[in-house]
């Protein structure tokens, strides 16, 4: 099974991965837990863009939306052949912080018109593996601001308040990007045990709707 966590920053998918993993393992499963972007080398390419680290000699280099879209698009692909595909073919559940739908909100929101561009997003990432289940942690742009508040570190490239709050909107009507997948929205304004809790029951729903089980 292919699980996918999403969000807006400071919406708990980090530790709600590693908190379904830990749960996971404790029912007797075999999980692989990874994030995107991934550890392979364009996925740490991505990581210096967003954190202000990317320098073209001496100079910091900040890349355009195309370049973004393009490289995001690439670390897909690298992930899914070099550590998802491989991870499933194991008999592991895998676990992403963060797929597709991160890149058809995050890139559209921040390219020059959304509308216009969707279109050549969805078909950059056209060959992607789909996930099984999609779970989006729904979260007011700021509440979640405070969170990374809280939690500390220096601002990266995505995490501009008014940037934020609409890609909350976008995120709380997550199924309209990819209708063909099966997306849940949560409530993650509960505490971390309730919203892991939902997790959990949502992803046993799946499982018995589709005859298999997760048991404990």
Do not use: K
């Not at 499963?29 to 991934?38: G, I, K």
């Not at 921040?110 to 078909?123: F, G, N, V």
């Not at 601001?145 to 909107?169: S, V, Y």
């Amino acid at each position: 099974m292919f699980l996918v966590l999403e969000g807006i920053d400071g919406s708990g998918t980090t530790t709600q991965t590693a908190r379904l993993e830990r749960a996971l393992l404790g029912r007797g499963h075999q999980v692989h837990a990874t994030r995107e972007p991934s550890q392979g080398p364009v996925g740490l390419l991505l990581r210096q863009a967003l954190t202000g680290r990317l320098t073209a000699g001496s100079e910091p280099v900040r890349l355009d939306f195309c370049s973004m879209a393009l490289l995001f698009a690439a670390d897909r692909m690298d992930h899914v052949r070099r550590e998802i595909e491989p991870a499933l073919a194991r008999g592991q559940i895998v676990i992403s912080d963060r797929y597709d739908l991160s890149s058809l909100i995050y890139q559209s929101e921040t390219s020059p018109d959304p509308a216009r561009y969707l279109p050549w997003l969805s078909s950059l990432n056209a060959q992607a593996r789909r996930p099984d289940l999609t779970i989006v942690l729904a979260l007011d742009a700021g509440v979640a601001l405070e969170r990374r508040r809280a939690r500390g570190g220096a601002e990266e490239l995505f995490e501009i308040p008014e940037l934020q709050e609409r890609l909350a909107a976008r995120y709380a009507d997550a199924p309209r990007y990819l209708p063909s997948d099966r997306i849940v929205v949560l409530d993650a304004q509960q505490s971390p045990d309730d919203v892991e809790a939902d997790i959990l029951a949502t992803i046993d729903q799946v499982l018995e709707a589709s005859g298999s089980s997760v048991g404990e």
